[in-house]
């Protein structure tokens, strides 16, 4: 099974900034869109942002919006997730998720970065 690849999670203080990176393998199939979820413990995995590799259309949680910002580069398979004005309840694990066909089934995940925000 095909993996995406998280990184630049850590800890931080609330108020912070942290930018997270996920990089798609070159055997992935082309996908048409990629998405931040995250997860905290106790919860369920909550939708923070997503973007269409075609046009660039962002879409974005309630609790994140005005202080997440999701990017991709095409040319580096990448899409990020600047996440500034951190709070402690953004505390959770980070999961990438990209898509590449219609049925539900149709996705990469990402093993997960944690970021944890204290305050």
């Known amino acids: 099974q095909v993996q995406l690849v998280e990184s630049g999670g850590g800890s931080v203080q609330a108020g912070g900034s942290l930018r997270l990176s996920c990089v798609a393998p070159a055997r992935t199939l082309s996908m048409y869109t990629m998405s931040w979820f995250r997860q905290a413990p106790g919860k369920e995995r909550e939708f923070v942002a997503t973007?269409?590799?075609?046009?660039?259309?962002?879409d974005y949680g309630d609790s994140v919006k005005g202080r997440f910002t999701i990017t991709l580069d095409n040319g580096k398979n990448t899409v990020y997730l600047q996440m500034n004005s951190l709070k402690p309840e953004d505390t959770a694990v980070y999961y990438c998720?990209?898509?590449?066909?219609?049925?539900?089934?149709?996705?990469?995940w990402g093993q997960g970065t944690q970021v944890t925000v204290s305050s």
């Open positions: 998720r990209g898509r590449y066909g219609s049925r539900a089934l149709d996705v990469y």
């Open positions: 973007i269409t590799r075609i046009g660039g259309n962002a």
